[in-house]
């Protein structure tokens, strides 16, 4: 018995350790077409970075809930200047005005649950 005991704790010990280490882990869908970005996940753990070009003027629309976990988010420019940044972010719906240029979003997440989407619009 004492034998079975000591196996099952190794077990839960590994076990949990899996489950809450900062080890990167990715379950979900990310899809990304032209300027419009959506990333749906049931477990994220670790680092995303996207990269938009507008053409013209215009906004990036942001939506993200989150039901577990945190991340955060950084939107910099061409000249790595922060345009934007959440810190534990959990639920969020907001346009940050861009011009013409190319822009990087970075997602830090930890055992996140949850969706971001980001859509482009045009002032056009």
Known sequence: MKKILGVLAIFMVIWAFYIYSPVDKYVGTTTKTGNNY??????????????????????????????????????????????????????????????????????EAIRAQGYIKVYEICDD
């Open 38 to 107: 959506t990333n749906e996940f049931t477990m994220f753990t670790g680092n995303d970075e996207v990269e938009f070009e507008l053409t013209s003027d215009g906004y990036l629309q942001f939506d993200f809930r989150l039901t577990n976990g945190e991340f955060d988010l950084y939107l910099v420019d061409q000249q790595d200047q922060t345009i934007y940044q959440g810190n534990k972010v959990s639920n969020g719906y907001f346009s940050v005005a861009c011009q013409k240029g190319k822009y990087k979003l970075t997602i």
